[in-house]
């Protein structure tokens, strides 16, 4: 006679599969939130590094008053590396922030990773009128924000092959949207 207590039973109960699914949709759930909000904060972060370095090329440029040079102080922003980097530049050279060990024209970090979106568009454009700013735009054919000498406008931008004309204000989005923008006359550059 075959015993009651014997269990030849292979696999798991209904019970046990539906409890693993539930921790497993739980942890899931957490992780989502995790990346989305490390996404926003890298946007949150590129954007305030934008805005500070458009503030430290209008000082530049001002600065500048008088003295005869031909070299123009400009924000630029490119992808290198697969990271997004800026910096003030006057003319080709770097002047903040710090350039990188054997490679001096690039600076030391990068504001956001490519994970991170930058566009550029007119005044409350939508995403299908911007354009992105991506790996087509490198070191040496960067987004190029011109600063005026004295006043600290704008003086002109510049970016490959494309029209920037009209184009004034920067988008960087990273599962939230953060508005740029830039007052042409003045060169300010403020987050909304």
Known sequence: MRSVLCNDHKGFSL?????TILIIGILSAGAGFAFSAVYYADADRAAKSIVSL???ARSQAIALNGEDTT?????RIFVYDDDYYAGVYQGDTLIAPE?????????????AKYRVTI???PKNSTETDRIEID????VDNPVEYRFKKATGGIDSIKGGAVNWSGYCDLYVSG??????????????????
């Open 15 to 19: 019970v046990e599969l539906i409890v």
């Open 54 to 56: 458009a503030a430290q």
């Open 71 to 75: 070299k123009q102080i400009s924000l």
């Open 99 to 111: 350039g990188k060990s054997g490679m001096p024209n690039i600076p030391n970090s990068p504001i």
């Open 119 to 121: 566009s550029a568009g």
């Open 135 to 138: 790996d087509s735009y490198t």
């Open 175 to 192: 599962g939230d949207d953060n508005q740029l923008i830039f007052v042409p006359a003045t060169g300010k550059c403020y987050m909304p």
